[in-house]
């Protein structure tokens, strides 16, 4: 190594795989193989690569299970888990990937990744070079020295923090060596060391702050008092032992030297081909891998156009316009999360064998005259991605866009919703097309994001409207060939346009509303941590779960539920199994519910009130679920609480936006169940719709055996949480915790429910046994929803998949028909010339503004379109109320 510039980097294999693998979710490629330790690994390893830049890396990793530690202490690491098989078979995938960045791997029998890493770094450091340790192990900041930084991993893998001594001692109050003496006191269940029993990171520190190491605080026993001194003077022994196995041997006989890890890099190619076999398709995207091995394709892709920058020469314009009526594809580029805030960057347009590039403020020009008609007639259809975005961007700019005929991430979306990666670059990658770089590496992310110089843009911009030109054909084709023909053309794309007309027009929300139920929510928080510290006892912070836990467990010595990392668990789980035994803890769960109304709702709602309208404008994003329900973004209008009266209220503020109109709202009454009726055929479930029974009422008296009038509040209840939980895949797990019963009492209560309605349990059976011959499910409209894991041999995997296979027809459906029927709404509002609109989607609720006069017409016709939308074999049934505001129609 050269003196002064090189930079050793030192990865603890182990440490990071067995991090990243608990806490990423499980991950699968196509052929079934786990990879979510992998590719947790490798994000991180990419980030510190980016982050340290260095000239030298390693990658140790431990030889087998006996070390010499073991001789000393047989136990050692005794305690451990068997390795999970799902991780087991990561390991010579991971191997795999580190060669691919051609990184050195190494491993010695033995002797631990750690021992290996504190020799190397021992070495470096003798010669004055810098080093990098990198581990998820808190054990090796004892390396950390003037030359070593030690690098530990947090939030699962995704981030790293940085030890310098000085940092150690500031976290700490230790130098880098005594977190030995930390271990020696306090021990490591992970490790199975045994440490002193009672005594934590707490007491430890407490005592070396005091003694500076075990073997002094061992020397001045006498000092000590009570439980303490007895528990050190019963483990002197056990701290000594502790101390010498926590620390790492630096004197590894290796035959390898700093200079065998040198690095100068990666070959793109080869890094690709490992990505492609692992399916890492946002990390090809990240950098920029696609087409790596495949130069050539490029090349006579990218020649196949000429690009051409409008107003750059004379004449282009008048190109432009004459090219109009052949313009295959559209592209608006924009910059920004929220599309009604975002800000245009600029346009492309093909058509044949060239590519027209506009900046945003071309679109004032009166040469752009033509080029604005064309956008806003609807009988010249246009191609693009993301065309619901592009609408609401261009209309910012007083341009209008009519005749969406085709979007590609809307098609792609179809075809698989169960896709990671929805960018353009990776959809192009999945069906075998020429890519284009992504977006990221051109514009940067967040704070570094940038908009590059004209030519360097306009390139960018002419691939991706030349990638959704070469998109549409296949994606069209795949949509024929898989049936989704009608979902697509009739349904997800005119709603799409639906979508962006009432994001626009919006829903009044009355500021001074909102900030008087905010006085009223504060008084009652105010009224509830008042009594919630009569309760305790004594005043405290509330919302800290530390300070929580403290006096919920040791002052008032509630049952300890669970414990997490950093002591007591305080979470919503743990308070309402805590709910019987003391009154304090309803009024805590009250004030987290009230404080969290406050702050999301009153606040948040607030902020999002537009001043020039009065108005909030939520975005709805199609392309989110995988079972096809719509999302509700910037802000989420689809989640306020409605379950307690004081969220209900919140409703107040939502008012119509002319004077003497009203809100009139609408949902369906029980939809999934009424689609289960119909999916499942089972008799007795279509009965009690066709006979319009309460459907619970009727389950009840079904699963208990007794007529109507013997069905009790609790009976109701329970058929209520059965019904539902089928819908949802629900297990006796599930169900025993929502009915408060025993998993066994639950288990009989479904077995029960079965044996009555046979129709459901015969189709769940069968549609579990047809996801796993065709690997996928549909709703009635053909929506698909693939599931990979239905034959893992994981069983939770499985399970999960078994259930999603059950529940997807069902909500999926009931996806498609409130859609469908926002899209014949429309159509019936419009053909009509009516002056309603329709404002907000909620669930299975269609929330309108109404004219006096247009009321009556609209109370019949709202339930008659919505229940119309799909024919089923039981009655679909829409309730509808109204009102001077949302909570009054509700």
């Known amino acids: 190594m050269g003196k002064g510039k090189d930079k050793l980097m030192l990865i603890d294999g182990n440490s990071i795989i067995y991090r990243a693998f608990f806490a990423l979710p499980p991950l699968t490629n196509s052929n079934g193989l786990h990879t979510n330790a992998v590719f947790g690994f490798t994000t991180m390893l990419l980030k510190v690569l ?84 990198v581990s998820g192990d808190k054990d090796l900041l004892q390396l950390a020295s003037d030359k070593v930084t030690v690098l530990l991993t947090r939030k699962g893998v995704s981030e790293v923090e940085k030890y310098s001594p000085s940092d150690v001692d500031e976290k700490y109050g230790l130098k880098p060596l005594q977190i030995i003496d930390l271990k020696g006191l306090m021990g490591d269940p992970s490790d199975n060391i045994p440490g002193v029993p009672g005594v934590g990171e707490k007491t430890a520190l407490k005592l070396l702050h005091e003694y500076g190491t075990v073997e002094n605080v061992l020397d001045n026993i006498g000092n000590l008092k009570g439980k303490l001194r007895e528990n050190i003077e019963n483990n002197m022994e056990n701290a000594r032992m502790s101390k010498q196995l926590a620390t790492i041997y630096r004197e590894v006989p290796l035959d390898m030297t700093v200079e065998d890890a040198a690095w100068s890099g990666y070959d793109a190619s080869t890094l690709a081909a490992a990505f492609r076999k692992l399916e890492f398709k946002s990390l090809l995207e990240r950098l920029d891998l696609h087409g790596a091995d495949d130069a050539a394709v490029e090349k006579v892709a990218k020649a196949e156009y000429e690009m051409v920058i409008v107003g750059s020469a004379a004449d282009t314009w008048n190109q432009l316009n004459d090219a109009l009526p052949k313009a295959e594809a559209v592209l608006v580029e924009s910059a920004g999360d929220n599309p009604h805030q975002a800000e245009m960057i600029g346009l492309a347009i093909t058509a044949v064998d060239r590519i027209y590039v506009l900046q945003p403020e071309q679109l004032k020009a009166s040469e752009a005259e033509e080029l604005i008609a064309w956008l806003a007639e609807p009988d010249r259809p246009k191609t693009g991605y993301d065309l619901h975005r592009v609408q609401l961007v261009l209309s910012r700019s007083g341009v209008k866009l009519c005749g969406q005929a085709f ?120 009224e509830t941590m008042k009594e919630i510290y009569r309760l305790a006892g004594m005043e405290f912070n509330i919302g800290s779960p530390k300070q929580l836990g403290e006096v919920l467990f040791e002052k008032l010595g509630l049952p300890v539920v669970k414990k997490n990392k950093t002591g007591y668990s305080t979470d919503a789980e743990v308070l309402e199994k805590l709910e019987p035994h003391h009154e304090i803890v309803r009024q805590i769960l009250h004030y987290r519910q009230m404080t969290k109304l406050q702050s999301t709702y009153i606040e948040g709602l607030t902020k999002e009130i537009r001043p020039d309208d009065g108005k909030i404008h939520t975005y709805y994003r199609q392309t989110i679920a995988a079972t096809g329900r719509l999302a509700s973004q910037y802000p989420n209008l689809q989640n306020i609480p409605i379950r307690m009266e004081e969220g209900r209220q919140i409703r107040k503020a939502f008012v119509p936006s002319e004077p003497g109109w009203c809100i009139l709202a609408a949902d369906y009454s029980q939809i999934e169940l009424r689609v289960l009726a119909h999916i499942s055929g089972d008799e007795r479930l279509k009965e009690a719709f066709l006979q319009e029974m309460d459907i619970h009422t009727k389950t009840a008296m079904d699963v208990f055996g007794v007529p109507k009038e013997q069905v009790d509040a609790n009976m109701r209840r329970s058929a209520k949480a059965v019904n539902f939980g089928i819908v949802y895949g629900i297990s006796d797990y599930g169900l025993s915790q929502n009915l408060h019963i025993t998993r066994k009492e639950a288990a009989a209560f479904i077995e029960q429910y079965f044996s009555v309605f046979q129709g459901v349990r015969k189709y769940m059976d069968s549609i579990v046994e047809q996801a796993r011959r065709d690997g996928y499910v549909t709703t009635l409209l053909e929506r698909r929803r693939y599931l990979p894991d239905i034959t893992a041999s994981n069983f939770n995997l499985r399970s999960f998949a078994e259930r999603t296979a059950m529940n997807t027809p069902i909500q999926g459906t009931a996806a498609d028909i409130i859609k469908l029927a926002m899209v014949k709404m429309d159509e019936a509002l419009r053909e009509r010339n009516l002056q309603s609109r329709m404002l907000l989607q909620v669930h299975d609720e269609l929330v309108f503004e109404v004219p006096e006069e247009e009321f009556e017409t609209m109370k019949v016709l709202v339930p008659q379109v919505m229940e119309s939308a799909l024919e089923l074999d039981v009655p679909l049934k829409a309730d509808v109320s109204f009102g001077s505001n949302w909570y009054e129609a509700k």
């Open 50 to 133: 980016e982050q340290e830049k260095p000239t030298h890396i390693l990658v140790a990793f431990d030889a087998g299970k006996v070390t010499f530690r073991h001789e000393g202490y047989a136990e050692y690491k005794g305690g451990r888990q068997k390795t999970p098989p799902e991780l087991s078979e990561q390991f010579p995938l991971l191997k795999e990937v580190i060669g691919s960045f051609s990184i050195s791997q190494f491993e010695l029998a033995g002797y631990e990744a750690d021992d290996i890493i504190g020799t190397l770094s021992r070495k470096a450091e003798e010669e004055g070079q810098e080093v990098v340790v």
């Open 407 to 526: 979007d590609v991430q809307l098609a792609a979306y179809l075809l698989d919703p169960t896709e990671a990666d929805p960018s353009l670059s990776s959809t192009l990658s999945r069906y075998g097309l020429p890519t284009v770089p992504s977006d990221e590496a051109v514009f940067g992310k967040g704070a570094k994001f940038h908009v590059p110089p004209l030519e360097e843009l306009a390139a960018h911009l002419a691939a991706k409207a030349d990638g959704i030109r070469r998109l549409k054909p296949v994606l069209a084709e795949q949509l024929d060939k898989l049936g989704m023909r009608r979902l697509y053309y009739e349904l997800e794309q005119p709603l799409a346009i639906v979508l962006a007309n009432m994001e626009q027009q919006g829903i009044k929300c009355e500021g001074a509303a909102l900030q008087e139920l905010g006085k009223d929510f504060q008084r009652r928080i105010d």
